[in-house]
T-cell receptor
Framework: QKEVEQNSGPLSVPEGAIASLNCTYS??????FFWYRQYSGKSPELIMF??SNGDKEDGRFTAQLNKASQYVSLLIRDSQPSDSATYLC??????????WGAGTKLIIKP | KAGVTQTPRYLIKTRGQQVTLSCSPI?????VSWYQQTPGQGLQFLFE???????NKGNFPGRFSGRQFSNSRSEMNVSTLELGDSALYLC???????????FGPGTRLTVT
């Protein structure tokens, strides 16, 4: 059974620091990896996707994928209070389905 | 490009009634997925449609059904509503499924 696990948090990080969010997945057949941000009462918003091993950077966000260890991480540099949200990890498979983690709640403290 | 749209945005129904929710995907996207989200919970996958065919299905009772039209617009229907069906229902579209999904604003359903 395909599973995606995230620490539910909350993860509390001081403003200006680096927030590190982690996600592990169970099935080695996974092909694509996504990070979404969801503010309370709103729908999820795609912030990063990564397909290959290594790092992918976009502004203050860096996604890191390690297929051998079956984990994907999201780093947020220079964290801002507006980054406070729930971050959802999703893993895509060849059957066209995304499997979702339950999300990590991130709190950035001013 | 216009984003994913969902109608209605809010709905109040009585237990036992049925409801139909609508989703219009991003132009060119052929895959539409539906999710249920309750307070404090993650996304619970309902089903995914591609080219008018249900390609994947989650673990929900048969009261939950959906369909997709030739223009990729999708509807989901919930019959015999229960109090536990109160949730945010989200629709997401992608080019072909399994790739990045883009979400609509959701329909907030309250069952009384």
């Amino acid at each position: 059974q395909k599973e995606v696990e995230q620490n539910s948090g909350p993860l509390s990080v001081p403003e200006g620091a680096i927030a590190s969010l982690n996600c592990t997945y169970s099935d080695r057949g996974s092909q694509s990896f996504f990070w979404y941000r969801q503010y309370s009462g709103k729908s999820p918003e795609l912030i990063m996707f990564i397909y290959s091993n290594g790092d992918k950077e976009d502004g203050r966000f860096t996604a890191q994928l390690n297929k051998a260890s079956q984990y994907v991480s999201l780093l947020i540099r220079d964290s801002q209070p507006s980054d406070s949200a729930t971050y959802l990890c999703a893993v895509g498979y060849s059957n066209y389905q995304l499997i979702w983690g339950a999300g990590t709640k991130l709190i950035i403290k001013p | 490009k216009a984003g994913v749209t969902q109608t209605p945005r809010y709905l109040i129904k009585t237990r036992g009634q049925q409801v139909t929710l609508s989703c219009s995907p991003i132009s060119g996207h052929r895959s539409v997925s539906w999710y249920q989200q309750t307070p404090g919970q993650g996304l619970q996958f309902l089903f995914e449609y591609f080219s008018e065919t249900q390609r994947n299905k989650g673990n929900f009772p048969g009261r939950f059904s959906g369909r997709q039209f030739s223009n990729s617009r999708s509807e989901m229907n919930v019959s015999t509503l229960e109090l536990g069906d109160s949730a945010l229902y989200l629709c997401a579209s992608s080019l072909e499924g399994g790739t990045e999904q883009y979400f609509g604003p959701g329909t907030r359903l309250t069952v009384t």
